[in-house]
């Protein structure tokens, strides 16, 4: 059951990553993120802040055209990105549901372009432009 959005308003990249690292402390072996918004909102920076909650030491980076970019951490973390997919199939034929399964925490940027594919506890961030370069951060389906 989907509990109620939990509002979050950054004010800096810096601001971006410090959300992303305090969820992290809620996430666990089989979490999934899935990460909604336009170009340049703030998603990869969210992700280097649960990277940075799961103790990952690499630099995170948009894997834009490696589709998948794996780091260990305290947990692995997947980080997926659905940007150029073509859809539920195309996701699909990547194996890249089956990390869902695993042992890590699968971050999932541009996850409405694969919406059949997402788990149903998935828990949904939106982050949005604002006025001023600031960004509303919206969290659902937050673990309890």
């Given amino acids: 059951m989907e509990n109620s959005p939990f509002n ?13 690292e305090w969820l992290a402390s809620w996430l666990h072996q089989g979490s999934v993120v899935a990460l909604r918004g336009g170009l340049g909102v703030g998603k990869t920076y969210f992700t280097k802040g649960i990277a940075r909650g799961l103790g990952v030491q690499e630099e995170v980076t948009s894997p834009t055209y490696t589709m998948i970019a794996e780091y260990q951490g305290v ?8 940007y150029r997919l ?19 925490v699968s971050v999932i940027e541009w996850s409405e372009r694969i919406p059949q ?4 506890d998935a828990l949904i961030v939106e982050i949005t432009l604002l006025e001023q370069n600031h960004r509303l951060i919206t969290l659902r389906n937050i673990p309890e």
């Fill in 117 to 120: 594919s997402i788990p149903k």
């Fill in 8 to 20: 979050i308003t950054s004010h800096s990249p810096e601001e971006t990553i410090a959300a992303g």
């Fill in 75 to 82: 947990l692995p973390l997947y980080h997926i990105d659905a």
């Fill in 86 to 104: 073509e859809g539920d199939a195309d996701f699909s034929s990547l194996g890249a549901d089956e990390m869902f399964y695993g042992t890590g």
